[in-house]
């Protein structure tokens, strides 16, 4: 178990955080430019002195520890390669410096090599690598001596998307087989979906929201997290009286909207994403966002169904 207390300010920001991970478990840390995220990790890694409180993993307080005894991994975005070493002993740099026994060091080098899928490019240096590629050989070198905390700060934010996509289920299947306990800071709330098993939602420093991605991203707490985390039809008071609401802020859900229905709106807006469509329609001068796998040109009327029972009131935020 990982428990966590912590307060560090700067001038023109306090961040304030109360965290638990269970062993195994992947935790996002997922928030806006400047919420704290990654100062977070810092403090965490040890990279930061805390102004106050606590880091515990398995009941060990590693708050005293300088960063090099806390054996914890850590992933930057820029990867941090050594650009004069070879992939194995970029993997292997870890395990020397915590004086594994060769044997075993080039048991775990050629172990990780074959899961990252990097054996035919153990002899070429990063710079004759993919982006996604030297991606890998870094989450090999974090992962090499077996560290009991891993901390990953925007580990694909340098990929383009493609390559994003192509290794977030990586990334995702690596973390589970390594049983590693891991917290991820990122930005994007798909990669956060994918590849936690628990969302720690932060504001200004600030964790305001804690669960699984589905529980958070279903019930978000406040209009601010709804909006951050994607939602469109955020209703004002006045929008959710005009549709029969009470008069008070609330989430219509993507399910409480369907093509096909006993209203009828105007199309002001339509998006094409490929696969899909996206509507903005107006409905008693209110404007709600639906897609569907196709819709009418702007201008066009357009039939939907609103399940009201669905609504979730909301928190001013």
Do not use: C
């Not at 939602?201 to 019930?219: D, F, H, N, S």
């Amino acid at each position: 178990m990982l428990a966590l207390s912590l307060k560090k300010a700067f001038p023109g920001f306090r961040l304030e955080a109360h965290l638990e991970a269970a062993e195994g478990e992947v935790l996002a840390l997922l928030g806006p430019s400047g919420s704290g995220k990654s100062t977070l990790l810092k403090l965490i890694a040890g990279l930061l002195p805390p102004d106050e409180g606590f880091v515990r993993f398995r009941g060990e307080d590693l708050t005293p520890l300088p960063p090099e005894r806390r054996k914890v991994g850590f992933l930057f975005q820029d990867y941090a390669l050594f650009p004069h070493l070879s992939v194995a002993e970029n993997i292997a740099f870890g395990l020397v410096e915590a004086r594994w026994p060769k044997g075993e060091r080039a048991r775990r080098v050629a172990e990780l090599l074959e899961r990252m899928e990097l054996t035919p490019h153990a002899q070429k240096k990063p710079g004759a690598l993919s982006g996604g590629e030297q991606q890998r050989v870094a989450l090999a070198r974090a992962l090499a001596p077996r560290p009991r905390l891993l901390l990953l700060d925007e580990p694909l934010g340098a990929l383009d998307r493609r390559l994003r996509e192509e290794l977030l289920l990586f990334l995702r299947r690596t973390l589970r087989e390594e049983g590693v306990t891991a917290l991820l800071v990122t930005h994007d709330q798909e990669e956060a979906f994918l590849l936690a098993h628990r969302l720690a939602i932060l504001k200004a420093g600030r964790v305001v929201q804690v669960g699984r991605p589905e529980e958070v991203y279903g019930r978000p707490k406040d209009a601010w997290t709804a909006r951050f985390l994607g939602h469109k039809n955020l209703l004002s008071p006045e929008e959710s009286e005009a549709l029969g609401l009470p008069p008070r802020p609330h989430l219509l859900p993507p399910r409480a909207l369907r093509p096909g229905g006993e209203l009828t709106g105007v199309v002001e807006e339509r998006f094409f994403f490929g696969a899909r469509v996206g509507l903005w329609v107006r409905v008693r001068e209110v404007r709600l966002y639906i897609e569907a796998p196709e819709g009418p040109v702007e201008g066009a009327p357009f039939p939907l169904a609103l399940d009201l029972g669905l609504a979730l009131p909301l928190e001013e935020g």
